[in-house]
């Protein structure tokens, strides 16, 4: 069974930082590539950062500078590394990855969600 398990959410102050992991399991090859969505209260779902599997990046703007995308091969994770953080960066955070199945082909799974909140 694949699955995508998030961790390292959690409450912080602003200007404080936090690192989110994305650890990708079971019958797969590996990531081709991983996005990380905040979900805001009352709002939608929306893309945060994405790494490809040659590792180019992009963010969105309100991020730039501030969250940093990255991956580990061999340990099949990503991470969001996110500083200076601010209370409108509070949300449930999911990852979702493109990953390569073991059986062949590629297929997109969702993560359970960690959530972060920021205080001001």
């Known amino acids: 069974q694949v699955q995508l398990v998030e961790s390292g959410g959690g409450l912080v102050q602003a200007g404080g930082s936090l690192k989110l992991s994305c650890a990708a399991s079971g019958s797969i090859f590996g990531i081709n590539a991983m996005g990380w969505y905040l979900q805001a209260p009352g709002k939608q779902r929306h893309l945060v950062a994405t790494i490809q599997s040659g590792g180019r990046t992009t963010y969105e703007d309100s991020v730039k500078g501030r969250f940093t995308i990255s991956r580990d091969n061999a340990k099949n994770t990503v991470y969001l590394q996110m500083n200076s953080l601010k209370p409108e960066d509070s949300g449930i955070y999911y990852c979702?990855?493109?990953?390569?199945?073991?059986?062949?082909?590629?297929?997109?799974?969702w993560g359970q969600g960690t959530p972060v909140t920021v205080s001001s």
């Open positions: 979702n990855g493109d990953l390569w199945l073991s059986s062949g082909g590629r297929s997109d799974y």
